[in-house]
């Protein structure tokens, strides 16, 4: 199996900062990898697909990054609303793998 | 709007059976892939199995081969899963999602359905 890491496993900053969370795959995954945010009692949200095209809906400061094994995830401007769990997700291969998640919070 | 709504957890004791379905509304369900994903409590993200737009194609992750049972209808746009031979390991949060068209990408998921496993 594809083992997925990321880092930090959480983080606290202020509103308007630019937060940054990796994402290493245990092989080269192409750019098969995909971003997913978490609100607390809520269901997944896709994000971020195929490592760098924003869903349609989804505002324009998050980003993504990255081919290969490493991956980055971009809040340009953290907004109170983004208060959630990020997850990276790898679908190269069976089974699909998720990262283990990145609390984000607020300072 | 797309629509996924799953049903039938609850608690069961260690060995027994449990049926999830996925009601699936707002878009042309025999043309998807779905799959079911669970999330222990506390716990992250852990993809269950997956069936392809006809039924023809079933994987499973290695924790549940042999246990649940995927399947689907498509005439009434229902995703089920069969879970036998439960255990306290699997006691989670079984979400349904949906594959987008293009790739193996979860685009949409429904709110889930708890599933306790204890005597």
């Known amino acids: 199996d594809i083992q997925m890491t990321q880092s930090p496993s959480s983080l606290s900053a202020s509103v308007g900062d630019r937060v940054t969370i990796t994402c290493q795959a245990s092989?080269?995954?192409?750019?098969?990898l995909n971003w997913y945010q978490q609100k607390p009692g809520k269901a997944p949200k896709l994000l971020i697909y195929?490592?760098?095209n924003l869903e349609t809906g989804v505002p324009s400061r998050f980003s993504g990054s990255g081919s290969g094994t490493d991956f980055t995830f971009t809040i340009s401007s953290l907004q109170p609303e983004d208060i959630a769990t990020y997850y990276c997700?790898?679908?190269?291969?069976?089974?699909?793998?998720f990262g283990p998640g990145t609390k984000v919070d607020i300072k | 709007e797309v629509q996924l709504v799953e049903s039938g957890g609850g608690l069961v004791q260690p060995g027994g059976s449990l049926r999830l379905s996925c009601a699936a509304s707002?878009?042309?369900?025999?043309?998807?892939?779905m799959n079911w994903v669970r999330q222990a409590p506390g716990k992250g993200l852990e993809w269950v199995s997956y069936?392809?737009?006809?039924?023809?194609?079933?994987y499973y992750a290695d924790s549940v081969k042999g246990r649940f049972t995927i399947s689907r209808d498509n005439a009434k746009n229902s995703l089920y899963l069969q879970m036998n031979s439960l255990r306290a390991e699997d006691t989670a949060v079984y979400y349904c999602?949906?594959?987008?068209?293009?790739?193996?990408?979860?685009?949409?998921w429904g709110q889930g359905t708890l599933v306790t496993v204890s005597s």
């Open positions: 999602a949906r594959d987008n068209l293009v790739g193996a990408t979860l685009d949409y």
């Open positions: 707002g878009f042309t369900f025999s043309s998807y892939e």
């Open positions: 069936i392809s737009s006809s039924g023809s194609t079933i």
């Open positions: 092989q080269d995954i192409s750019n098969y």
């Open positions: 195929d490592a760098s």
């Open positions: 997700q790898q679908y190269d291969n069976l089974p699909r793998t």
